[in-house]
């Protein structure tokens, strides 16, 4: 991956002091066994699961996807008529009618694609299931703005590094409690922001949450089993962005082998990705089993970055299957790098429902090179996302921006990472929201943040950030 490294991944990458080389360690239950007992895994959903991509509020330009998980409860194979509508009941208001087998005790994905051409204004999508016990119905409320662009141009959805909580990462006077992480979420909801990503569960040889899988992480030269911090990350911006309203997208980690996805031509890629998968599908099961009734858990992320989508569906697809296969109504995101070689051919037929395309401004990406000028970037990103539009009409897949909130003067070993002024943010906002459905900011922890959270940074530049995007949103200061 010369000149390509995917940037968040370099990033990170210097807090991993002293690599340990990649040792032969066996595979951590390949294959994904369940991490979980089977009866102790969750029992499929006695009520319809309804989730809306994108979760909103969204243009009066877009197209958004209903995703229905139609439980069976009996003990025999059933047939169920799914149809969707807008605000009601109605013939008038069909979206989409369709048959849905479902086997005994199993649940089945019914899905369908509106459109939001002129129908600003508060509207309600709603599901009706006839089947062998009645009728059931139920809705997802959803704001459309009227807007000259595809994507709002605000940021609809942050990011939330976990690693960040600590003092380490952006200089903290001290690490983060889970008031201040909760405060973070809460001002993601003041400024408009309805979705979280958690870029990770797990890094660095620690869990962000209380785990019970059990694996050996090379990098870290461990075994990967206690928390980082002395409180669960992960439950406390699930819980908050609960109280909010807020929808949350759950990363699963980097399995110890961050480069996973820009090696494949390395010996032994095979087994680190077969390894890569049983992790990542047991620590899918060990969420949905811990945070599962969570209202906020609204999907998952596949931390893994990668720059070949072909290749990367080695990984990519089986993981989203077993995602799927525990909520079928939950979409999976990546996050493409910089220079991604996708075809449509590949795109179409991946099991990944959203591509959050990082937009790599902070580094000043321009093909194979890190310059460390974002004006170089912001020079092809126009014709960068003309590209990815181009690419997703049509084709089933939902096309997000990851819009970099931050940038870095030289290579991150003798240069630190700081936040972006907004004026170079805001041109990116112009560009990105031409093309894409969704922008989303990478990242809140430490490149935008209240300057009074309860621990504070050294660097100013985050609370310049917020102060400045607030008014932008019509927030004040």
């Known amino acids: 991956m010369t000149g390509q490294t995917s940037l968040r991944a370099a990033a990170l990458a210097l807090l991993l002091a002293g690599l340990a080389a990649w040792c032969a360690t066996a595979p951590a239950q390949p294959g994904g066994r369940p991490v979980l007992p089977p009866d102790e895994l969750p029992a499929p959903p006695g009520r319809p699961g309804f ?60 899905r369908a694609w509106a459109p939001t051409v002129r129908l600003a204004g508060e509207r309600k999508l709603l599901y009706r299931i006839e089947g062998p016990d009645g009728i059931v119905q139920g809705d997802w409320p959803l704001t459309v703005v009227a807007s000259r662009t595809p994507a709002l141009p605000v940021l609809s959805a942050g990011w939330l590094d976990p690693l ?11 690490d983060m409690a889970p008031g201040d992480v909760a405060a973070v979420v809460d001002m993601a909801k003041r400024l408009g922001m309805t979705t979280l990503v958690v870029t990770y569960v797990e890094y660095q040889g620690s869990w962000y949450y209380p785990s019970r899988v059990r694996f050996h992480d090379p990098e870290a030269g461990k075994e990967v089993a206690a928390e980082r911090f002395n409180f669960d990350v992960v439950g406390t ?27 494949f031509d390395k010996p032994g890629w095979p087994e680190r990705n077969r390894r890569a998968i049983g992790i990542s599908q047991q620590i899918a099961e060990d969420l949905w089993a811990r945070y599962g009734h969570r209202r906020s858990f609204y999907g998952w992320y596949l931390t893994h970055e990668m720059n070949d989508l072909e290749k990367a569906s080695a990984y990519y697809d089986p993981v989203a299957e077993h995602c799927h296969s ?50 170089r970037r912001l020079a092809q990103l126009d014709e960068v996302f003309v590209w990815y539009r181009r690419l997703h009409n049509n084709s089933g897949k939902h096309l997000w921006s990851d819009l970099e909130l931050w940038e870095r003067a030289g290579p991150p070993d003798r240069h630190p990472t700081y936040a972006a002024p907004f004026g170079r943010v805001k041109q990116q906002i112009d560009i990105e929201a031409r093309h894409v459905d969704v922008l989303t900011g990478y990242e809140l922890f430490g490149f935008l943040e209240p300057p009074r959270i309860g621990a504070p940074l050294p660097d100013r530049r985050a609370g310049r950030l917020f102060e400045d995007y607030a008014r932008y949103v019509g927030l004040g200061r």
Do not use: C
């Not at 959203?354 to 310059?371: E, L």
């Open 237 to 263: 911006i699930l819980e908050r962005a609960e109280e909010n309203g807020m929808h949350v997208l759950l990363g699963l980690g980097r399995s110890g082998d961050t480069n996973l996805l820009w090696e």
């Open 326 to 375: 525990l909520a079928p109504e939950k979409p999976v995101m990546v996050a493409p790098a910089g220079t991604p070689k996708i075809t449509r051919d590949v795109l179409e037929r991946s099991k990944v429902d959203i591509f959050a395309y990082q937009d790599a401004v902070g580094a000043g990406y321009v093909p194979y090179q890190n310059t460390y000028d974002p004006k």
């Open 51 to 110: 989730t809306v991509v994108p979760a909103g509020p969204v243009s009066d330009q877009t197209n958004v996807e209903l995703r229905l998980a139609v439980p069976n409860r009996t003990d025999r194979p059933a047939a169920f008529a799914v149809s969707f509508f807008w605000d009601r009941v109605a013939e008038d208001n069909l979206i989409r009618k369709q048959a849905v087998q479902v086997p005994p005790g199993g649940v089945a994905l019914a």
């Open 164 to 174: 960040a909580v600590g003092r380490g990462v952006y200089g903290r006077e001290r």
